[in-house]
Each structure stands twice: as structure tokens, then as C-alpha cells.
């Protein structure tokens, strides 16, 4: 089974530009969560979609947004880049089986890293 | 509120000796406890995970962690380190919420180096 994807793996913007990113989740898997990783401030979750819609969302402004297509792939969204928006940016699909959810492990993509100039 | 405190943020070993990475958590609900791996430049992979079954957890690599409700620990062990060892360890909290959602808490992580 493949991995999970991500795309692209590297991207240079500058400031005020907006960016999108996409990952493709393992086959049969339903949830999609997306995380920034910063040398200071570790793994950030930003939100976690599930069935095409948004079932948690972390502490970012609105500039980051994300959706969920039918297939499961996931893409996110930042507009009005700024500097410290500059990380590696995760995203970690699971099976999303019900109640269970909560004991199934996240398998995560090589990241895409961001860099805003 | 919920938490997860990695304990040490840096922790050197020698190739060999044993690895204690600790992980304590606050939490209110019956939840489970993850131990991921990041080496560098490459991405976060499961170590081990404990799910209410047995306590103590074996992993890939050698690891094993005790999940200890007492003491609210779910401390990462390892009785030989070995070069390949040397990563970022990420200690993750997931509790069931309300609509089958899941609330996870991230660790600020441990830096492992393990000299020769």
C-alpha cells in the first residue's frame, strides 16, 4: 500500500502570497489531520477532517484553511503568507473508525516544507 | 486540562546503556498513549502505542513503555541504545471525545543523541 503523499514537497513564497498544499491519505483511510512543525514550538495541530468535513480545528487564524474532497485527499490552504509561517508542514491520515478513532495510529508524510521570504 | 509533559527536552546516551525517555499526562478521560519517532529529514513513524490492554507495550526497535495510571507515566525504555537510535521522540495523548471525535495532545518532544 502506498503512503501517504504529499505535495509539493518544497516551496519558496514571499510575504502576502498565498499557498496551497495537498496530501493524498493511505488507501481506505478516511481522516486527515494537518500539523506545523517549528524548531520552537514542535508539532502544532492546526485541524483534522474526516468525511469531508471539519471535525477539529487547533488555535491558527483564518488565514490556514483546509478541505476534504470525496476520494479523502486533503488540502490546505494559507493566504497572506507571513515570515513565521515558514515550518514543515504534516499531514497524518488514520482509518476515522468510529468510536475507536481515538486508538488508531496517524501515519504521516514526508511534510511539505514552506519557506516565506 | 489536559497535558503531556515531556520531561526532558535533551537526553544523551552512550551507544549501549539504556534509554529512559519519561512522559508524564494529565488527563480526565480513559485515554491512549502514543510514542512516535521523527529521524532527521525524515518523517514521524509510530514506536508503540497503549490502548487499555496491557500495561506494558512493545515496540519497534527494542522500545517498550509502561503505562502507569498511578502515576500518570507512560515513560519510554530502552536497555541498549544504538546509533540509529539518535531522533526526535514525540510522546502523544488521544482521548475519545463527544461524536466519535479525538482530541490528541503532542508532547514538545525529546531530543535523543547517542554518542559512540
Given at each position: 500500500k502506498a503512503g501517504v503523499t504529499q505535495t509539493p514537497r518544497y516551496l519558496i513564497k514571499t510575504r502576502g502570497q498565498q499557498v496551497t498544499l495537498s496530501c493524498s491519505p493511505i488507501s481506505g483511510h478516511r481522516s486527515v489531520s494537518w500539523y506545523q512543525q517549528t524548531p520552537g514550538q514542535g508539532l502544532q495541530f492546526l485541524f483534522e477532517y474526516f468525511s469531508e468535513t471539519q471535525r477539529n480545528k487547533g488555535?491558527?487564524?483564518?488565514?490556514f484553511s483546509g478541505r476534504q474532497f470525496s476520494n479523502s485527499r486533503s488540502e490546505m490552504n494559507v493566504s497572506?503568507?507571513?515570515?513565521?509561517?515558514s515550518a514543515l508542514y504534516l499531514c497524518a491520515s488514520s482509518l476515522?473508525?468510529?468510536?475507536t478513532r481515538y486508538q488508531e495510529t496517524q501515519y504521516f508524510g514526508p511534510g511539505t516544507r514552506l519557506l516565506v521570504l | 486540562a489536559q497535558s503531556v509533559t515531556q520531561l526532558d527536552s535533551h537526553v544523551s546516551v552512550s551507544e549501549g546503556t539504556p534509554v529512559l525517555l519519561r512522559c508524564n499526562y494529565s488527563s480526565s478521560y480513559s485515554p491512549s498513549l502514543f510514542w512516535y519517532v521523527q529521524h532527521p529529514n525524515k518523517g514521524l513513524q509510530l514506536l508503540l502505542k497503549y490502548?487499555?490492554?496491557?500495561?506494558l507495550v512493545k515496540g519497534i526497535n527494542g522500545f517498550e513503555a509502561e503505562f502507569k495510571k498511578s502515576e500518570t507515566s507512560f515513560h519510554l525504555t530502552k536497555p541498549s541504545a544504538h546509533m540509529s537510535d539518535a531522533a526526535e521522540y514525540f510522546c502523544v495523548v488521544s482521548e475519545l471525545r463527544a461524536g466519535n471525535n479525538r482530541k490528541l495532545i503532542w508532547g514538545l518532544g525529546t531530543s535523543l543523541a547517542v554518542n559512540p
Open positions: 488555535n491558527f487564524p483564518g488565514r497572506t503568507l507571513e515570515l513565521g509561517d476515522g473508525l468510529g468510536s | 490502548t487499555s490492554a496491557a500495561t
